[in-house]
């Protein structure tokens, strides 16, 4: 590392006009960089200010690195600025401390960089620090080329004074260009010198939106080249890639090679093992010292050494197909803005990796050493780079990568949903998925050194991505396990577990649509309404193939359902096609669909018409209708259908069993949720009594309180809502233990809790609600309904209140003589129809019109056949009318909901 004044070449900005008074932590950024031959010289002047303890500590130890075989580190200046007054480090003795330090090992890179690190003595909050230095960069490989390819300061950074300036002798042949959005540059000849130089910080660049291509949203830079062309970056880099003796007869590598030509004639087979070798046997080490940027290192290295960075790897591989008569050769690209590469300029900057093109049978195919898990079946893949120069002793120009729709589907997904417990039951789930090529041999990779315990959480992740499209709390796995097998390159993934009913009701019908398709999500929600975003297009992304399989199955004795929307159809939007065939046999539903797109850009013109294609896709998802015969959750205590559980409970069993102790409380809530919706009271009970045990919370409190009110419990209920309201005090929880205490007979206690949380605001209502009710089971009905009239008037757009005066008439008989035109106001007025239309049955039955009851009832139950309160008035209303099958319901109810049949008892319902 040297220690010089600056060059003379530079143009260096005088102390004096720095200004340390500004608050700019960046009080100056000169870059100036000058093209000498075949070096490049880099001078960098920069100050800081140390306004703060914080800016101390980060700005307190400069750090600079270089490639000591490309050039030298000469530093200039080390100086603190503190009022008005320059302090001089390096005179007083400071020197740097060079060190060796790789900073990409974990990324698997060696680059031969040296850093040299100071801790500036002395250094004060306030004072600017300014640090000025000069590099040299001359690189074998480029022949006396010489390329810049610089960042340039962008707001919101400020920066008192910033430039960055390229130079070179006047007639020497220099492209050069700045941007995106550079401003104007100023570009002058002097003395002999061509200048161009850019004021900084550049404007802020206007904000993209989402889904342009990688180029719109480049780092401004300022490039300059001495190449004249891309036919020249490859004529230059041709040699690196020669293979003129690169296998010599009798050595490893052609041993390798004989293995491969042996196994079979044909050359797809042969390109596939030539890359499987390539890919597996060699482990990725970028070995950038000693000219290594550029030149990769020889194939025999490679393989003796097994390993080697991507430069490396195609050149072995390129070898190796060539010895086995595959016409090959190297190309660059860029890996992660391929699409920008016809903005840059013509030098290597332009690229971060190489690959190998190769010609089989008049078929482009684009193979990386650096990737894994390429296979005969994934052979023909194309990668995403969009572009690509063949490196070539003649040279060639910038070439398109043509993309390809793959051959096989990069993942399968098969999902069976198993619905044959009942459309009000929880599904079970099976979801496999398989993934080939790249995804495939890294999960096969993270699974080989996953312990049990990573296993198992890889799993959970899986199952929730698969069973969050089914379920929105995500699910439950019951059991998984993840496979690899090395020979295709196959990765498989198989989760079992439970979700919620895939059925929810629509129009009075239970439908179940098939919502794990992805179809069934798709979106195609790009902005392009500000005028400057007008002609940007919407980045398609690479090609791609993934095919879906859904299974449902539905109850072997209950036929009817209905296949809706389009299960056979075909669409294309967005470059995408989307084909899917459905087809339901008996009781088994299968849909499979395959999307392909070949990816690229949309013009921005096209997005509305896209974007109404994929709408109309996903309106025409398939979906099952459920006959209205099918059976319903409250009745699966009865012997027809209890069976039918057996297998929803043992999946919860196992899912239980699969956490430890302490961590059983969201699947036990989760089955005591089945419980309680089938009526198994006495199962959730024991449910809630474990999550108690586990993680006592209001909510377990509140909703086992719920199960022993509908038990008949009531004073174990009120126990269980006191400690829910003091784990959480909230007026809803208040609210529940009032109305149980009012049940109970313990009126005043409630009416005393109910005016300490009626705070008079939107919880107002429900408030006057239980009060009424509190009021109507101490025999103090007409009370509790002149509370109920007077929340009427004073929210007369409220219409469920006319449904609550209704109900609360023909519970507690009061106000009769005008009971049925308040009911009757309901339900012309009702925006739930199945809750007035009970309400009004149950009024029916105060007035001794059971037929008008029996009707409402009916036709409640038809908008909702799930609402049990209107079943049980259902089965009394036809037991008085003398209808046999009433009877047996009754007796079903009073066995299983003895709560319920309490309450009706209560309003006259014996």
């Known amino acids: 590392m040297l220690y010089e004044p600056a060059p003379k070449w530079v143009e260096v900005r005088d102390a004096a006009k720095i200004d340390t008074s500004s608050s700019t932590a960046l009080t100056l950024l000169d870059v100036q960089q000058r093209i000498e031959g075949d070096t490049l010289k880099v001078y960098v002047d920069q100050a800081y200010k140390l306004g703060s303890p914080e800016a101390l500590t980060q700005g307190g130890t400069s750090t600079a690195s270089w490639m000591p075989d490309k050039g030298d580190l000469t530093v200039h200046r080390v100086e603190i600025l503190r009022g008005g007054k320059v302090i001089d480090v390096l005179k007083g003795g400071a020197r740097y401390q060079v060190l060796r330090r790789e900073r990409g090992l974990e990324q698997r890179q060696i680059d031969g960089l040296l850093t040299a690190t100071l801790a500036i003595p002395g250094l004060q909050v306030g004072d600017v620090l300014r640090i000025a230095y000069s590099q040299t960069t001359r690189d074998k490989a480029l022949q006396g080329r010489v390329q810049i390819d610089m960042p340039l300061l962008t707001l919101p950074v400020e920066a008192g004074f910033a430039r960055s300036s390229v130079s070179w002798p006047e007639g020497v042949a220099v492209k050069w260009q700045a941007g995106p959005a550079a401003g104007a540059p100023v570009e002058t000849v002097k003395d002999g010198w061509h200048t161009v130089n850019v004021v900084l910080p550049l404007a802020k660049r206007e ?255 899986f199952a929730q991505s698969m069973f969050g499209v089914l379920s929105s709390n995500g699910g439950l796995v019951t059991e998984g396990d993840m496979t690899f097998d090395a020979e295709t390159g196959t990765a498989t993934a198989t989760v079992k577990g439970i979700v919620t009913t895939q059925f929810t009701s629509r129009d009075g019908t239970k439908r179940l649509d098939l919502s794990g398709l992805s179809s069934a999500n798709e979106a195609f929600e790009f902005d392009r309404s500000r005028a400057s975003w007008k002609a940007l297009p919407v ?147 024991a449910d809630y009594d474990k999550v108690i045990a586990i993680a006592p919370d209001a909510a377990s409190y509140m909703r086992r309180g719920y199960l022993k009110r509908q038990l008949g419990r009531v004073d174990e209920a009120i126990a269980d809502l006191r400690e829910a309201l003091k784990l959480s005090p909230s007026v809803d929880s208040a609210l529940t233990l009032a109305d149980t205490l009012g049940y109970a007979g313990k009126s005043e206690e409630a009416l005393k809790l109910l005016a300490e949380y009626d ?129 047996a319901d009754l007796a079903y109810f009073r066995k299983v909901m003895p709560g319920l049949v309490a309450d009706y008892a209560r309003y006259g319902l014996k």
């Open 759 to 887: 705070d008079m605001g939107d919880e107002h209502s429900s408030v006057v609600q239980v009060r009424s009710d509190v009021l109507g089971y101490a025999g103090k009905g007409t009370d509790g309904l002149k509370e109920i009239d007077a929340l009427i008037e004073e929210k007369p757009g409220d219409t469920s209140l006319l449904n609550a005066s209704c109900w609360y008439r023909a519970r507690f008989r009061v106000g009769t003589e005008g009971m049925m035109d308040v009911c009757n106001q309901a339900v012309e007025r009702a925006s739930n129809a199945s809750a007035v239309l009970d309400s009004r049955a149950m009024a029916g039955i105060a007035s001794g019109n059971l037929v008008a009851a029996l009707a409402d009832a009916e036709a409640a139950l038809k908008i909702a056949p799930g609402q049990v309160s209107t079943q049980y008035l259902r089965a009394w209303i036809g037991n008085a009318l003398g209808k046999p099958e009433a009877k």
């Open 207 to 461: 904000e993209m939106p989402a889904g342009v291509p990688s180029r719109f949203t480049r780092q401004p830079t300022l490039e300059a080249t001495t190449f004249a062309s891309w036919d020249e970056v490859s004529r230059v880099f041709a040699p690196l890639y020669s293979t003129k003796d690169a296998i010599p007869a009798g050595s490893p590598l052609a041993a390798e090679v004989a293995k491969i030509a042996a196994a079979s004639p044909d050359p797809l087979t042969r390109a596939a093992l030539a890359t499987r070798l390539v890919q597996d046997q060699v482990s990725y080490l970028l070995n950038g010292m000693a000219g290594g940027n550029y030149v990769p290192q020889a194939p025999a290295e490679t393989w003796t050494s097994r390993y080697g960075d991507c430069k490396a790897k195609s050149l072995l591989l390129l070898s190796l197909l060539e010895a086995l008569g595959i016409k090959a050769e190297a190309v660059t690209v860029n890996s992660r803005s391929g699409d920008a590469v016809p903005d840059s300029l013509p030098m290597p900057a332009a690229f971060d990796h190489v690959i190998v093109r190769a010609e089989i049978a008049g078929t482009t195919y684009w193979l990386d050493g650096t990737a894994t898990g390429t296979r005969l079946a994934t052979l023909a893949d194309v990668p995403p780079f969009r572009h690509a120069l063949p490196i070539r002793a003649e040279g060639a120009p910038l070439m398109a990568i043509a993309p390809r729709v793959p051959q096989q589907p990069s993942g399968v997904v098969k999902m069976t949903i198993d619905q044959r417990a009942g459309i009000d039951i929880p599904a079970l789930v099976t979801a496999t998925t398989t993934f080939q090529g790249m995804l495939g041999s890294n999960l096969g990779a993270a699974l080989a050194q996953a312990s049990a315990e990573q296993k198992k959480q890889i799993i959970d992740g």
């Open 539 to 685: 980045d398609l992304g690479a090609a791609r193939r993934m095919r879906e399989e859904v299974e449902v199955l539905l109850p072997v004795d209950e036929p009817g359902f209905k296949l809706g929307g389009r299960p056979d159809y075909e669409a294309t939007y967005a470059g995408m096609t989307v084909t899917r065939k459905g087809v339901l046999e008996g009781q088994r539903l299968v849909v499979t669909e395959e999307h392909a797109s070949l990816g690229g850009e949309l013009p921005a013109a096209e997005i509305p018409a896209e974007k109404a294609k994929a709408l109309r896709l996903k309106n025409t998802i398939p979906f099952l209708t459920a006959p209205l015969t099918a059976a319903r959750a409250w009745r699966y205590q009865s012997p027809a259908l209890k069976p039918r559980l057996v297998p929803v409970e043992e999946a919860y069993a196992k899912a239980i069993a699969r956490e430890p102790v302490a961590e059983q409380a969201t699947a036990l809530v989760a089955r005591a949720g089945l419980r309680a919706g089938t009526y198994d009271l006495t199962g959730a009970l």
